[in-house]
């Protein structure tokens, strides 16, 4: 089995800053994009950022410029650093990935569980 666990979520002023954490453990033999979403209070679950297994980045227009996204392959972890947060980046955030298990042919999404970020004074 897979699993994504998730930390880094919480309270923060406008403009100030958080770094998300979601670690990957299991029986996992590669893994391709990993990425960030996040869904607010009555809104559909949207991209925040991902990042390939060779560096590429994507961000969202809302976060580009205030966010970062990077990963470390070796400990099958990503990380989001959020700067310049405002109170519409409020939401859970919810990290992913496409996981190759070991002696399976294919990539398959995982997902962690969710982790809260507010932004408020």
């Known amino acids: 089995q897979v699993q994504l666990v998730e930390s880094g979520g919480g309270l923060v002023q406008p403009g100030g800053s958080l770094r998300l954490s979601c670690a990957a453990s299991?029986?996992?033999?590669?893994?391709?994009?990993m990425g960030w979403y996040r869904q607010a209070p009555g809104k559909q679950r949207e991209l925040v950022a991902r990042v390939g297994s060779d560096g590429t980045t994507t961000y969202a227009n809302s976060v580009q410029g205030r966010f970062t996204i990077f990963r470390d392959n070796a400990k099958n972890t990503e990380f989001l650093q959020m700067d310049s947060l405002r109170p519409e980046d409020t939401a859970v955030y919810y990290c992913?990935?496409?996981?190759?298990?070991?002696?399976?042919?294919?990539?398959?999404?995982?997902w962690g569980q969710g982790t809260q970020v507010t932004v408020s004074s």
């Open positions: 299991g029986t996992i033999f590669s893994i391709n994009v």
């Open positions: 992913h990935a496409d996981v190759k298990r070991y002696r399976s042919d294919v990539y398959m999404n995982y």
